[in-house]
Nanobody
Framework: QGQLVESGGGLVQPGGSLRLSCVASGFSLDYYPVGWFRQAPGKEREAISCSSFSDGSTYYSDSVKGRFTASRDNANNTVYLQMNSLKPEDTAVYYC?????????????????WGQGTQVTVSS
């Protein structure tokens, strides 16, 4: 049974940085596009990045472009999200999932694997 487990969230001051990790077990990330998503209180879940499994491309939402960097370590079956210049509006629960769409829209077909989430709070 495959699963994704995120870690690395926490409380950080505005302007600070965090790196989230997402470890896959029971399956290989090699064959899936993998994305990061977030959901802030009272808001809909949004896709913020999607990384290709084939050509190394990564797509970012306008809200995080230039500040967040997603990366893949297929050897360790792990993906990362480096978050810099954090803002209070980045406060959310962050999730990783397979089967993201490069358009960064939410899939109507579902996601094969979806993590449990990690809380990121940006506050002074």
């Amino acid at each position: 049974q495959g699963q994704l487990v995120e870690s690395g969230g926490g409380l950080v001051q505005p302007g600070g940085s965090l790196r989230l990790s997402c470890v896959a077990s029971g399956f290989s990330l090699d064959y899936y596009p993998v994305g990061w998503f977030r959901q802030a209180p009272g808001k809909e879940r949004e896709a913020i990045s999607c990384s290709s499994f084939s050509d190394g491309s990564t797509y970012y939402s306008d809200s995080v472009k230039g500040r967040f960097t997603a990366s893949r370590d297929n050897a360790n079956n792990t993906v990362y999200l480096q978050m810099n210049s954090l803002k209070p509006e980045d406060t959310a629960v962050y999730y990783c999932a397979t089967d993201c769409l490069y358009s960064l829209t939410m899939s109507t077909g579902g996601y094969t694997y979806w993590g449990q989430g990690t809380q990121v709070t940006v506050s002074s």
